[in-house]
């Protein structure tokens, strides 16, 4: 996730939530509605821990969760929830992953890879592009892989840094850990080294071409 900060003396803004030990959920929209629903889902995973001794499948959750957002465009009591949310789980039973995206309107969709939010396209498209490495690529890789789909999102002229980005792993032998801080630097500076040997993979293309046509010339 990419936090925000809006006014320049403003902290960033917390974009990733953890609602269970193998649920995640990253926002894009009001982060209060945000919380609320964080609330709800947490709450949901207690209950259910409580009463059968086991984690809650997601596909529960997300089913519930839908109709909720749902159930607020068919009345006029409460506005619906102004926040769309990209939840990251681990099936308990199965132990597959699975990625669900939810919309203020009710629909619910689930993806390989996805991104939500603002300036979210470039990131979209570099996902598509690369989504066929991931079933082979390692838990460092696709961390890396999420930072340079990130990068496309960054407003401006400003970077990627540990201050404002930040990484949820949710996997089938760990449970849900946030890496942000001093704990991404590492991440960052794989992801630097890896645009500058790709730099140098495009000068030397460019180089060999233009050999190749004085050579025909």
């Given at each position: 996730a990419l936090k925000r900060s809006?006014?320049?003396?403003?902290?960033?803004?917390?974009?990733?939530?953890?609602?269970?030990?193998?649920?995640?959920?990253?926002?894009?929209?009001?982060?209060?509605?945000?919380?609320?629903?964080?609330?709800?889902?947490?709450?949901?995973?207690l209950n259910h821990k409580y009463i059968y001794g086991a984690p809650l499948?997601?596909?529960?959750?997300?089913?519930?969760?839908?109709?909720?957002?749902?159930?607020?465009?068919?009345?006029?009591?409460?506005?619906?929830?102004?926040?769309?949310?990209?939840?990251?789980?681990?099936?308990?039973?199965?132990?597959?992953?699975?990625l669900y995206q939810t919309c203020p309107s009710g629909n619910l969709y689930e993806y390989y890879a996805s991104a939500v939010g603002a300036r979210s396209q470039s990131a979209r498209t570099y996902l598509e592009k690369h989504v066929d490495t991931f079933p082979e690529a390692s838990r460092d890789d696709l961390i890396v892989h999420a930072l340079q789909a990130l990068v496309g999102s960054v407003s401006g002229d400003d970077e990627l840094t540990k201050e404002n980005a930040s990484i949820m792993v949710v996997g089938t032998d760990e449970k849900l850990v946030l890496i942000e801080g001093e704990e991404l630097q590492p991440f960052l500076d794989r992801l630097e080294l890896k645009a500058n040997d790709d730099e140098a993979e495009d000068d030397q293309e460019e180089v060999e071409d233009y050999v190749e046509a004085m050579e025909e010339s």
């Open positions: 809006v006014p320049e003396l403003s902290s960033h803004q917390k974009k990733l939530l953890e609602i269970d030990d193998h649920i995640g959920v990253g926002i894009a929209g009001l982060t209060a509605d945000a919380r609320s629903l964080a609330k709800y889902m947490r709450n949901e995973c499948p997601p596909h529960h959750l997300m089913g519930d969760l839908a109709d909720k957002h749902q159930r607020t465009t068919q009345t006029y009591v409460r506005r619906p929830f102004g926040v769309g949310l990209l939840v990251a789980s681990i099936d308990p039973r199965s132990q597959k992953p699975h």
